[in-house]
């Protein structure tokens, strides 16, 4: 990763537009499980079956209220606690086929409210939106990045539809 510059006006513009955006894709999204419920499915999906302790420090939870939300997921079917193949004292957190099916669905549901929105815009308001995507996935892996790097990083986010 390149050195960090400060940010320019553009920069904090392009956030500023970003940001409400984030906003009103999380006030959207079902309520039937907690955001923190949400991100963890979406952790476990994207680096595979985890330990509740690592998935504590990911997510920026204790280990208590990591271990309460893993069982209220396993309870709902959508995660399952397995043994590690190759420390069988060692529980693993892993997605079940019904979990990844949740997480598709409130991606979809989630990309088709954004459509609708989006097909409210002008053409050249729509044209610009797709010559950002690229930047937009970029950011996405930045961000990815650097939630793997470690604690510090801003909380877990969905994946996208791809």
């Known amino acids: 990763m390149g050195a960090q510059r400060p940010n320019d006006p553009g920069e904090r513009i392009a956030a500023g537009a970003i940001y409400p955006l984030l906003t009103a894709a999380v006030r959207h999204q079902p309520r039937d499980i907690s955001l923190t419920a949400a991100s963890t499915l979406a952790t476990v999906e994207r680096t595979g079956p985890r330990r509740i302790t690592d998935l504590a420090v990911i997510e920026g ?3 208590p209220s990591m271990t309460a939300l893993v069982t209220v997921l396993e309870r709902a079917g ?3 606690r397995r043994a590690d193949p190759r420390d ?11 979990g990844a099916d949740y997480l598709r669905s409130r991606r979809r ?3 088709e409210g954004f459509a609708r929105l989006i097909g409210k815009l002008p053409p050249d308001e ?3 939106l ?3 995507a690229p930047a937009l996935r970029h950011l996405h892996e930045l961000d990815v990045e650097q ?4 604690p510090g990083g801003p909380a877990s986010a969905e994946e996208p539809i791809r």
């Open 61 to 63: 939870v204790t280990q």
């Open 78 to 80: 959508l995660a399952e």
């Open 88 to 98: 069988q004292r060692v529980v693993l957190v892993a997605l079940t086929a019904a």
């Open 109 to 111: 549901a989630g990309t």
């Open 126 to 128: 729509i044209a610009a």
């Open 130 to 132: 797709l010559a950002a």
């Open 147 to 150: 939630r793997a790097a470690g």
